[in-house]
């Protein structure tokens, strides 16, 4: 387990290290109402990144939630969650667990809405 401090206009990534999975789960977060959609800015093999929204307690995932996956590499790029079960959860406190089964994926960041 590791923790990372970063100044906050910072730029990184985040990846598995040497060819091994590496996994990756965000502190509690809340998705608005009218947000019903997750975006990843995902760069190398998407199909090898995993996304599953889990309970902020108990971390289990949620159903219709536990097997997202990132439609393609670049930038703003949705997870395949259906629309209704991201609605499902708004305003309910949820953490983002992020598998990465390649060392050659790196997840730049997450964001509810498709642009800033």
Do not use: W
Not at 12 to 41: C, E, K, Q, W, Y
Not at 73 to 86: D, L, N, Q, S, W
Not at 101 to 108: G, K, N, P, V
Request: glycine fraction near 8%; charge should be neutral.
């Amino acid at each position: 387990m590791g923790v990372a401090e970063l100044r906050r206009d910072g730029f990184t990534s985040v990846s598995a290290a040497g060819g091994s999975s590496a996994v990756l789960t965000t502190h509690p977060v809340r998705f608005d109402t009218d947000r019903t959609m997750l975006f990843v800015n995902v760069e190398g093999e998407a199909a090898a990144l995993k996304v599953a929204i889990l309970d902020a307690q108990t971390l289990m995932p949620l159903p219709e939630l536990a097997a997202g996956a990132p439609k393609g590499e670049g930038e703003r790029v949705a997870v395949g969650f259906p629309e209704a079960a991201i609605r499902s959860i708004a305003s309910r406190p949820v953490r983002v667990r992020f598998t990465f089964e390649s060392s050659t994926t790196r997840l730049y960041s997450q964001c509810t809405k498709a642009s800033s």
